[in-house]
């Protein structure tokens, strides 16, 4: 189905979801394991589900994607000192 060969880095199960993090970027699927969709996220280092969005840490910014409406907030995190 995916065309892919899935080389998970990371799995996280939240609210009935599973977030499997491999190269090509976070793929989700439901409870009974159907692909939902991927989300494209570049090089991450990490990620949290919360509520309907996912945040991840990506070259100094946080990113907030809603994975139901695909809305997207950056964040940049400054050095302080």
Request: with cysteine; net charge neutral.
């Amino acid at each position: 189905i995916l065309n892919t060969s899935l080389q998970p880095d990371l799995l996280i199960e939240h609210d009935n979801k599973l977030y499997l993090k491999n190269s090509s970027g976070i793929l989700l699927f439901d409870m009974f394991g159907t692909y939902y969709k991927t989300l494209s996220t570049g090089n991450i280092q990490c990620f949290q589900p919360v509520n309907d969005w996912l945040y991840y840490l990506s070259d100094n910014k946080i990113t907030a994607i809603n994975i139901k409406t695909s809305e997207e907030k950056k964040f940049d995190l400054k050095k302080s000192g």
